[in-house]
């Protein structure tokens, strides 16, 4: 067989040559319009799903969030494998579908899905779908550092979320900024039992109060000549002073009645309430030069 191949080739010169030049312009072409990564991404075609449930120990969020989210993506088409995992206060749900899937495709049939069963999940539960990016899509780290040494970590971290973030996000190809490290803002109220007692205050009553007193409302438009003007209540807590102006509860006349604070209690009584900006509990941190950092 290779002998009279070898003969064909000698006697017909001219096709082998052009043979050839079209395997090699067809080996040029290949080689510029083929894509070329220092890094492929090899990784399988998934979709994440995080479940906040705050406050809630892993067997729970197991049986209430992780279970059912699972049991319900086994019927998503073309998933091949879905893993749960079961965290304090946080679900999620790997699901891994064949090779060639379309993520975006992908995407939208777990969303599809998972209408199906957000009544099911118990309330307070929030679920989200995570980026449509892998791991190897991390390709930057950056650390904020405040030289002056006037800012706080909560402080490096409220710019981080309100202003960077936002920033980097707008740039093409970036699917998202994750935040790692520093204390996310949050006014801290601490109470004395006792004393709410003798009060005759419950602690749901201190939380609904605050919780109430803590957003803008809309009204309706007063005519007022030849304009409109928009009637609004602004409510949204910005300071400490606000908090301690929040109205517990109603009198029978209607007079607000409102908490007793450290100014209006005696100092040997101390106060029943004191308020304080603090960051959120977390539950690790991140280093730079042996220090805490964002």
């Not at 602690?203 to 609904?208: I, L, P, R, T």
Request: net charge negative; glycine share 10%; charged share 15%.
């Amino acid at each position: 067989m290779l002998k009279r191949l070898i003969e064909w080739s000698v006697q017909n010169k001219f096709l082998v040559l052009l043979a050839a030049l079209f395997a090699g312009a067809g080996g040029l072409l290949a080689m510029a319009r083929t894509p070329l990564e220092a890094i492929p991404d090899l990784s399988d075609v998934q979709v994440i799903i995080q479940t906040d449930y705050a406050g809630q120990a892993p067997q729970l969020v197991e049986d209430q969030v992780t279970y059912p989210i699972a049991s319900e993506m086994l019927k998503v088409p073309g998933a091949q494998t879905v893993r749960g995992y079961s965290f304090f206060g946080v679900s999620f749900v790997y699901i891994i579908f064949e090779d060639g899937t379309d993520l975006y495709w992908a995407r939208s049939r777990v969303l599809e899905y998972l209408s199906g069963i957000r009544g099911r999940l118990p309330q307070g539960a929030n679920l989200v779908l995570g980026p449509d990016a892998t791991g190897l899509g991390w390709v930057f780290q950056y650390v904020l550092e405040d030289t002056s040494g006037t800012q706080s970590l909560a402080d490096l971290r409220s710019i981080q979320d309100w202003f960077l973030r936002y920033q980097l996000t707008s740039v093409p190809g970036v699917s998202e900024v994750a935040s790692v490290g520093g204390f996310e803002r949050a006014y801290e109220v601490t109470l004395d039992p006792d004393r709410l007692r003798g009060y005759g205050v419950s602690v749901h009553q201190v939380m609904e109060a605050i919780r109430a007193s803590n957003q803008d409302v809309g009204a309706m438009v007063m005519e007022m000549g030849d304009r409109e003007y928009m009637v609004r209540g602004l409510g949204y807590i910005q300071s400490l002073a606000d908090i301690e102006s929040v109205v517990l509860e109603a009198g029978p006349t209607g007079t607000p009645v409102m908490w007793p604070t450290s100014n209006s209690l005696p100092r040997s009584g101390g106060a029943w309430l004191t308020w304080t900006v603090a960051g959120t509990w977390s539950a690790g941190s991140s280093s730079c030069d042996s220090g805490k950092t964002l």
